[in-house]
């Protein structure tokens, strides 16, 4: 019985190709838009996330317990080599950076405005998050008398300043003198990460400890592991193994983004939700529309004694079939989408004022995730399944001689 | 097969109550060209229905040797309707995504038969009903007398007991009505199908060997 109603269900699809194929387009259309938003909007928060870490957080930073509340020299790691010599023979690790940093007011003959100096290592930044990707004017180098300075892009448009502009930074150093450093711009940041791009200005760390009379002193030591899943052991072992020290993750430094995520997540799942209700009316429509115009076709099978459970399996065989062939090519379409996106990305430099106001770059790149896949593989089934329950009832509940007879439908 | 008391009531205790049937008491016998007649509203298609299952009657009963029919449940009766009934309708209702081929072997691949019996009834049909060369066309691709004279093979192929054709010639030009008859007539005698029609056609009336007249629902002739 179910061979003929496989082999009806295969002639029937094969015979109306117009309406298979829109159907099948339809599916593959929704989903591949589907696939689509969604690693878009997991590619953002991503981007947001992976900037931060590479351009300050890293997956874990040490600090001194209370400079992160009060941001004060006096709580500083004073000689940091033996923890540096730890972290580089340590095998979880990738990468680390160690930063002097301290708040005060960075100048121009017109402005002046609140900001952060932070003394770095440019090679250890490189190896640390690539920083110079960052760069987008200038060079990434401090000069060759290391009096040269990197700044974030937002702090230069307000200052007004551009590459060779020059600056005066005002901080109190380690003895409570009010100490002033002049810089000349040799390169212009913009990571992506508001707290680096509205309030940085990056300096060497030997300038640094002698503008803070500091010497082999660091405010934060950064670092990477190898492997993401493991922050949190490498984190209790670091917090074990330097117990007068904060350790902590990047997560805990800037809970905003995880509370933007979280947010993202819910708008991503409400954008989900409203694309993959249009998508199974959609789906739901035409599967609906296909059964209901052969009504009259259904009618006169069960009038010369098909038995009812057929036609049901027939119904639902053309529809999943259609669904997978659907599923296939919306998944294929979608992962298209996806490797494009993440690859080249999508510009958006016509808004970039408003995107980079929010920490999210120019242009945009999606991430490729496979549980995407099996999401939209339960989600179009889950849509097909829907679209055949109403005509199956209608079905049901039929008397096929008045469809035969014009009387309904 | 035996009506007993037969009546069939449309919209019952409303305003727009209709009493298609009334007290209908018949019986037929295994072979019988038997045509129901009267005007439009008389009750013969109502009647036809009934007898093939796909109305239920509101009072009495259906008997086929021992079997009451009105007692089956609607599976049981469509199962009833695949094995020993075969339709032929007005208006052709050939499955369209089958060609004629399909068309005629639907109800015996159903039923299970061999394929090599299914082709060799389907060749046989073919040649009596005049259809050989339209086999493997599609319904949309023939005439209405083709696809008629297609109908009546399908509701023969599998050798119903019965045959209930609802006015099998109100779309067909003379020519093709007299052709269909003529065909039907070959396959009641060959096979001794018993055929009951719902017609006023009067080329019909002609060639049926009983007619029952119906009005307002009732018996008012059979001869």
């Known amino acids: ?409 | 097969m035996k009506l007993i008391n037969i009546s069939k009531t449309f919209f019952p205790d409303s305003p727009k109550e209709v009493k298609a049937l009334v007290n209908i008491n018949l019986t037929f016998e295994e072979g019988e060209f038997t045509t129901l007649s009267g005007e439009s509203g008389s009750g013969k298609t109502t009647l036809l229905n009934i007898i093939g299952g796909l109305e239920r009657a509101s009072s009495g009963s259906i008997f086929l040797d021992n079997l009451e029919l009105t007692a089956l449940s609607d599976e049981q009766m469509a199962d009833f309707r695949l094995r020993h009934i075969g339709f032929v309708f007005q208006a052709y209702n050939l499955i369209s995504v089958l060609t004629v081929r399909e068309n005629i072997g639907f109800i015996m691949k159903l039923l299970r038969f061999d394929e090599v019996e299914i082709d060799s009834r389907i060749d046989e049909l073919a040649v009596i009903l005049q259809i050989e060369d339209i086999l493997d066309k599609f319904p949309g691709q023939i005439s209405g007398g083709q696809q008629q004279r297609v109908a009546v093979a399908r509701a023969v192929a599998s050798r119903p007991k019965l045959i209930l054709a609802d006015e099998p010639t109100a779309n067909l030009d003379s020519k093709n009505s007299e052709r269909l008859m003529h065909m039907l007539r070959t396959l009641n005698e060959k096979e001794h199908v018993t055929v009951i029609f719902a017609s006023h056609d009067r080329y019909v009336l002609d060639q049926s060997r009983r007619i029952i007249v119906l009005e307002d629902g009732a018996v008012i002739e059979d001869h």
Do not use: C
């Not at chain 1, 259309?29 to 900037?51: A, E, K, P, R």
């Not at chain 1, 709580?75 to 005060?104: C, F, K, T, W």
């Not at chain 1, 429509?285 to 209901?292: E, K, T």
């Open chain 1, 1 to 409: 019985m179910y061979k003929i109603a496989l082999d009806l269900a295969l002639k029937s699809l094969m015979r109306r190709k117009t309406r298979t194929l829109m159907v099948i387009m339809m599916i593959a259309l929704s989903l591949s838009g589907l696939l689509f938003l969604q690693g878009l909007y997991d590619g953002m928060v991503s981007h947001m996330i992976n900037t931060t870490i590479r351009s300050d957080s890293g997956d874990i930073s040490l600090y001194a317990k209370q400079y992160r509340f009060e941001k004060n020299i006096d709580y500083h790691i004073d000689d940091p080599e033996p923890i540096q010599a730890y972290l580089y023979q340590s095998e979880e690790i990738n990468a680390y950076a160690v930063r002097l940093m301290q708040e005060g007011l960075v100048s121009t003959a017109h402005k002046s405005l609140g900001a952060t100096l932070r003394g770095v290592t440019l090679e250890d930044e490189r190896k640390f998050g690539d920083f110079y990707t960052f760069l987008s004017q200038g060079k990434f180098s401090f000069g060759p008398k290391n009096q040269d300075a990197l700044i974030g892009f937002k702090l230069a448009e307000k200052l007004k300043v551009t590459l060779g502009s020059r600056l005066i930074f005002t901080a109190q150093d380690a003895n409570g003198e009010i100490n002033a450093i002049a810089f000349r711009i040799s390169g212009i940041v913009k990571t992506g990460n508001l707290t680096i791009d509205e309030g940085s200005v990056f300096v060497s760390m030997e300038t640094m400890e002698r503008f803070l009379t500091l010497p082999n002193s660091a405010t934060q030591i950064a670092l990477r592991v190898k492997d993401e899943s493991q922050i949190k052991s490498v984190q209790d072992t670091l917090q074990k193994k330097f117990k007068t020290l904060d350790v902590l993750r990047w997560d805990e430094l800037y809970p905003l983004l995880i509370q933007m995520r979280e947010m993202m997540n819910i708008f991503n799942w409400v954008s989900y939700a409203i694309v993959f209700a249009v998508a199974a009316l959609g789906i739901f429509g035409v599967i609906l529309m296909s059964i209901l115009e052969r009504m009259r076709e259904f009618s006169i099978m069960m009038a010369i004694g098909t038995p009812y459970r057929n036609i049901r399996y027939q119904i639902i065989s053309e529809a999943f079939a259609m669904a997978l062939f659907g599923y296939v090519f919306g998944a294929l379409l979608g992962w298209g989408f996806l490797l494009y996106t993440a690859s080249v990305g999508i510009d958006l430099r016509y808004f970039e004022a408003g995107l980079e106001s929010f920490g999210l770059n120019a242009i945009l790149y999606a991430d490729i995730r496979y549980y995407y896949f099996f999401q939209a593989f339960a989600a179009v089934f889950f849509a097909t399944f829907l679209s055949v329950l109403w005509p199956l009832h209608v079905l049901k509940k039929i008397k096929p001689i008045e469809v035969i007879q014009g009387k309904m439908l």
